[in-house]
């Protein structure tokens, strides 16, 4: 396992976590339609998140073609603007809830920041980030003490 799967994973299992809690409180606090909107807030943003940990890593693998790495450029760009897209479709044409659209996007990224935080912790998350570390010493025939 790479260490981008390793940090899906964990980005993804806390983001389930972090929106099923956010979402009962925010609908006992404010009811089923705020409750909604975090759930949907969430969503778009562990899409985002997905997304954004699949491309970086696709750009930073020495494999790939330039036109491979200018493809998944695009696609970043093209991420935020269908992200900015469907939160206006759900705020102006569904009328959902700025408040909850706002409390499940930030939970979204808080769980990036920590599912990444758990899962490059992890025995798991080391492993394969060194797996990695190694593979660019090796491309690169960076040898020193100090990069390691």
């Not at 206006?88 to 599912?115: D, E, H, N, Q």
């Amino acid at each position: 396992m790479n260490s981008s799967s390793v940090l899906l994973w964990s980005v993804l299992k806390v983001g389930g976590l972090i929106t099923v809690l956010l979402g009962a409180i925010s609908g006992l606090a404010f009811g089923s339609g705020v409750a909604f909107a975090v759930g949907c807030g969430a969503v778009v943003s562990m899409a985002g998140a997905v997304g954004l940990i699949q491309a970086l890593g696709r750009l930073l693998d020495p494999t790939q073609k330039a036109t491979t790495k200018a493809a998944f450029t695009a696609l970043l760009l093209a991420k935020f603007l269908i992200s900015f897209g469907i939160l206006w479709v759900l705020l102006v044409t569904y009328r959902v809830s700025a408040l909850g659209l706002v409390v499940g996007l930030g939970g979204g990224l808080a769980a990036v920041v920590l599912g990444v935080l758990l899962g490059s912790g992890s025995a798991v998350g080391r492993a394969a980030i060194a797996l990695d570390e190694a593979r660019i010493q090796q491309e690169t025939g960076d040898i020193k003490p100090e990069s390691r």
